[in-house]
Nanobody
Framework: QVRLVESGGGLVQPGGSPRLSCVAS????????MGWYRQAPGKQRELVAT???????NYADSVKGRFTISRDNAKNTVYLQMNSLKPEDTAVYYC????????WGQGTQVTVSS
C-alpha cells in the first residue's frame, strides 16, 4: 500500500520560511520523481516543484528563487523549503510520486497571513 504523508503546514506570517516534508512508503522511493503541487481555493491544482530520481529539479516560475525542493533517499522523504512566503502562496500543498502512475498525499494546508 502506497502512502505519502505530508507535514509542516500551518499558519505562517508573510515572509516566513516553513519547510514541508513528505514521507513515502510502499514504493521504491529512489525510482520515483517526487513533486509538490498546490491548490488554492477556486483554482486548479498546479505544479510547485519536482525532483527526479537523479535529483534534477524543476520549479514553477512563481516560486523560483524562493522555494527549494530536495530529497533524502535514505529517509524516503521529500522536502519543500519555502522562503519569503506571500499571501498568494496560500493553498493546500500536495506531495506527488510519479513513475508511470501518480500517487498523491492527502495534502497539508499552508495559510500565509498576518
Amino acid at each position: 500500500q502506497v502512502r505519502l504523508v505530508e507535514s509542516g503546514g500551518g499558519l505562517v506570517q508573510p515572509g516566513g520560511s516553513p519547510r514541508l516534508s513528505c514521507v513515502a512508503s510502499g514504493i521504491r522511493f529512489t525510482l520515483y520523481t517526487m513533486g509538490w503541487y498546490r491548490q488554492a481555493p477556486g483554482k486548479q491544482r498546479e505544479l510547485v516543484a519536482t525532483i527526479t530520481s537523479g535529483s534534477s529539479t524543476n520549479y514553477a516560475d512563481s516560486v523560483k528563487g524562493r522555494f527549494t525542493i530536495s530529497r533524502d533517499n535514505a529517509k524516503n522523504t521529500v522536502y519543500l523549503q519555502m522562503n519569503s512566503l506571500k499571501p498568494e502562496d496560500t493553498a493546500v500543498y500536495y506531495c506527488n510520486a510519479r513513475r508511470y502512475i501518480d500517487y498523491w498525499g492527502q495534502g497539508t494546508q499552508v495559510t500565509v497571513s498576518s
